[in-house]
């Protein structure tokens, strides 16, 4: 089985396929479609991936490409900043790479995002293809061309718009991943189907089992289905003027929470966190019903996620936090709420005090 999504509008205009497969037998003919020929490729891994896939993928495409190089970075979000970008673009110039040389991305979101943007900015841009290896990756960070890297503890607070020219993505590599980084894919899928797609949402309920037992054939069609989602989402706004903004939902009390957390939770752990406390405020101004707003919660438990911070947290210093994201519109914060599940809507009249009780709801351990 093989499914094929395309985002036809982007910033640049230049449209690009996302293949998901289940191994990496078409890699090579996919790239070959690039301008490829004569160029050179640098791969991009972690110290992660790379002992498992950078073989398989560098032998695949050494005959498309003139030369093929390959660096692998140290796993880790707390790598995910400018002193890595340096060391690829150190390698870079050593291997006198021009602009119309490529970049392949081998790995989870923060190779993705860290050679996304490495290559938007080297000599002002050069190709990019994605090759996500976490379910996260696959759903969708690898999609929709936002690159960027952390600086100081600020997430995502240096980056760039850049598209890549390929996506492809090999199911079967979803196998080694851990348990936790498989849930915290599951923070993001979850998230689309409640901002975009009811119908997609309770298919994920009604599968679970099979989800969490990762039977092939389930993720295939839960990989589309949220790339479907993702790409339609990015094709209506690009640049986040307006739409692509809900994308974010769970993510404003998210984002504080990893921070507040020093990044000990995973990435999905904190959108499901973030999440719960959304839909609060969403069934607080009566948006959503009581059974819903419980059963939204509490579907995050069977995927590995959680609903409750620890005992000890501290609400306020969280609240805090957000007000230093930059998902801001002026001084108003641009938060996203459930108007129904499956719909999402931009709203800009959350109150402190409002996300203040979300997140104090968060730390009250109910039964
Ligand atoms: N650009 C976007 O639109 C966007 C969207 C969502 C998230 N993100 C970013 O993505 C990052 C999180 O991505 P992530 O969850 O993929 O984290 P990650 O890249 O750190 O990967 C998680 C862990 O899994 C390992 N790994 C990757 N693939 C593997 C495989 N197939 N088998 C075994 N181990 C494997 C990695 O080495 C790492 O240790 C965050 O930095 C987040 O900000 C970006
Ligand atoms: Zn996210």
């Given at each position: 089985?093989?499914?094929?999504v395309?985002?036809?509008?982007?910033?640049?205009?230049?449209?690009?396929?996302?293949?998901?497969?289940?191994?990496?037998?078409?890699?090579?003919?996919?790239?070959?479609?690039?301008?490829?020929?004569?160029?050179k490729?640098?791969?991009?891994?972690?110290?992660?991936?790379?002992?498992l896939?950078?073989?398989?993928?560098?032998?695949?495409?050494?005959?498309?490409?003139d030369?093929?190089?390959?660096?692998?970075?140290?796993?880790?979000?707390?790598?995910?900043?400018?002193?890595?970008?340096?060391?690829?673009?150190?390698?870079?110039?050593?291997?006198?790479?021009?602009?119309?040389?490529?970049?392949?991305?081998?790995?989870?979101?923060?190779?993705?995002?860290?050679?996304?943007?490495?290559?938007?900015?080297?000599?002002?841009?050069?190709k990019?293809?994605?090759?996500?290896?976490?379910?996260?990756?696959?759903?969708?960070?690898?999609?929709?061309?936002?690159?960027?890297?952390?600086?100081?503890?600020?997430?995502?607070?240096?980056?760039?718009?850049?598209?890549?020219?390929?996506?492809?993505?090999?199911?079967s590599?979803?196998?080694?991943?851990?348990?936790r980084?498989?849930?915290?894919?599951?923070?993001?899928?979850?998230?689309?189907?409640?901002?975009?797609?009811?119908?997609?949402?309770?298919?994920?309920?009604?599968?679970?089992?099979?989800?969490?037992?990762?039977e092939?054939?389930?993720?295939?069609?839960?990989?589309?289905?949220?790339?479907?989602?993702?790409?339609?989402?990015?094709?209506?706004?690009?640049?986040?003027?307006?739409?692509?903004?809900?994308?974010?939902?769970?993510?404003?009390?998210?984002?504080?929470?990893?921070?507040?957390?020093?990044f000990?939770?995973?990435?999905?752990e904190?959108?499901?966190?973030?999440?719960?406390?959304?839909?609060?405020?969403?069934?607080?101004?009566?948006?959503?019903s009581?059974?819903?707003?419980?059963?939204?919660?509490?579907?995050?438990?069977?995927?590995?996620?959680?609903?409750?911070?620890?005992?000890d947290?501290?609400?306020?210093?969280?609240?805090?936090?957000?007000?230093s994201?930059?998902?801001?519109?002026?001084k108003?914060?641009?938060?996203?709420?459930?108007?129904?599940?499956?719909?999402?809507?931009?709203?800009?009249?959350v109150?402190e005090?409002?996300?203040?009780?979300?997140?104090?709801?968060?730390?009250?351990?109910?039964?």
């Open positions: 089985m093989s499914e094929r395309s985002v036809a509008k982007t910033v640049s205009g230049d449209a690009y396929d996302i293949v998901i497969e289940s191994d990496f037998g078409k890699l090579a003919e996919e790239i070959a479609k690039l301008p490829v020929k004569g160029r490729c640098l791969i991009v891994t972690d110290s992660n991936v790379g002992p896939y950078l073989q398989e993928v560098s032998d695949a495409i050494t005959p498309i490409f030369s093929v190089y390959a660096m692998q970075i140290p796993a880790g979000e707390e790598n995910k900043n400018l002193d890595t970008v340096r060391t690829v673009l150190v390698k870079l110039i050593s291997a006198h790479f021009d602009r119309k040389d490529f970049i392949l991305a081998l790995g989870g979101g923060v190779v993705g995002d860290l050679a996304g943007f490495a290559s938007s900015v080297y000599l002002r841009g050069i990019f293809i994605q090759v996500p290896t976490t379910l996260l990756a696959q759903t969708d960070s690898s999609i929709g061309g936002k690159t960027g890297v952390d600086f100081d503890a600020y997430k995502n607070m240096v980056g760039a718009f850049h598209q890549p020219s390929l996506v492809y993505m090999n199911t590599v979803l196998k080694t991943l851990s348990g980084d498989f849930a915290s894919g599951m923070g993001e899928i979850l998230k689309h189907g409640l901002i975009r797609d009811e119908g997609y949402y309770s298919w994920l309920v009604n599968n679970f089992n099979e989800i969490t037992d990762r092939p054939e389930v993720l295939e069609h839960m990989i589309a289905g949220s790339c479907e989602i993702k790409a339609a989402v990015v094709e209506e706004d690009p640049t986040e003027q307006g739409v692509r903004a809900i994308l974010n939902f769970g993510h404003t009390l998210g984002h504080a929470i990893e921070r507040y957390m020093n000990s939770f995973t990435h999905g904190c959108v499901a966190l973030g999440s719960v406390a959304a839909a609060w405020i969403s069934y607080k101004r009566g948006n959503l009581d059974m819903e707003f419980y059963e939204i919660r509490d579907m995050f438990v069977p995927f590995g996620l959680p609903i409750t911070l620890p005992d947290a501290d609400a306020k210093k969280i609240l805090e936090i957000s007000k994201d930059k998902k801001m519109d002026g108003k914060v641009k938060f996203i709420l459930l108007k129904e599940p499956g719909k999402a809507v931009i709203d800009t009249t109150t005090d409002e996300m203040l009780d979300a997140l104090q709801q968060l730390i009250i351990t109910e039964n």
